[in-house]
């Protein structure tokens, strides 16, 4: 089966530092973009980092850009995101997505563009 597992959230103060880790099963890496999102009370979920398993190149959104580092393992078939400096309104439920590599597509934002999903690990920045 195909099955992503998030894990790695807990209660972290502001300034430090947490690493999530996205466990896959059954996925060929190369051949999907993963995506890291989070959703905070109230508010929409959004994508924060990907990173396209066939070109090897990782995007961020501008919130979390020279903080957040999404890396990849694929002897482990995981997926990391290390998140530096984190704030409070880094708080959410933070999820991995996959979906399939296009050719020529370099990544997709929209969570609606992602098919394969985790069941979230809560993140929580505060003193």
């Known amino acids: 089966q195909l099955q992503l597992v998030e894990s790695g959230g807990g209660l972290v103060q502001p300034g430090t530092s947490l690493r999530l880790t996205c466990t896959t099963t059954?996925?060929?890496?190369?051949?999907?973009?993963i995506g890291w999102f989070r959703q905070a009370p109230g508010k929409e979920r959004e994508g924060v980092s990907f990173f396209n398993g066939h070109t090897s190149r990782s995007y961020y959104v501008d919130s979390v850009k020279g903080r957040f580092i999404i890396s990849r393992d694929n002897l482990k078939k995981t997926v990391y995101l290390d998140m530096d400096s984190l704030e409070p309104e880094d708080t959410g439920i933070y999820y991995c997505a996959a979906r399939m590599a296009q050719f020529g597509e370099e990544y997709r934002k929209s969570p609606a563009d992602y098919f394969y999903w985790g069941r979230g690990t809560q993140v929580t920045v505060d003193e």
């Open positions: 059954g996925f060929i890496l190369n051949d999907y973009v």
